[in-house]
Nanobody
Framework: QVQLVESGGGFVQPGESLKLSCAAS????????MGWYRQAPGKQRELVAS???????NYLDSVKGRFIISRDNAKNTVYLQMNSLKPEDTAVYYC???????????????WGQGTQVTVSS
């Protein structure tokens, strides 16, 4: 069992910043790709940013240049620094991780509980 605990969401005005954190715990041999998704009311969940175990990153076009994803492998934690926030960034943000409990185990997937980010004037 692997648990992902998210924190850092909140209410901010346009142009301000937030930093989200997601810490993984449980039986973990390795964590491979990690990512942040978001879902706004009435919309599909979308991938915001991802990062591989080697540090390769990928971003949704609308957040490029504003958001930065990073990870601390020693802490099994992934972060999302969100700068210059816009009202359209308002959503519930979910952490996702792919992991193995042993070297020979199949890859499993876990999700965080979600953290609300609201950007409004």
């Amino acid at each position: 069992q692997v648990q992902l605990v998210e924190s850092g969401g909140g209410f901010v005005q346009p142009g301000e910043s937030l930093k989200l954190s997601c810490a993984a715990s449980g039986k973990i041999f390795s964590i491979n790709d990690m990512g942040w998704y978001r879902q706004a009311p009435g919309k599909q969940r979308e991938l915001v940013a991802s990062i591989t175990s080697a540090g390769t990153t990928n971003y949704l076009d609308s957040v490029k240049g504003r958001f930065i994803i990073s990870r601390d492998n020693a802490k099994n934690t992934v972060y999302l620094q969100m700068n210059s926030l816009k009202p359209e960034d308002t959503a519930v943000y979910y952490c996702n991780a792919h992991h193995r409990s042993t070297l020979w185990s199949p890859i499993g997937t876990s999700w965080g509980q979600g953290t609300q980010v609201t950007v409004s004037s």
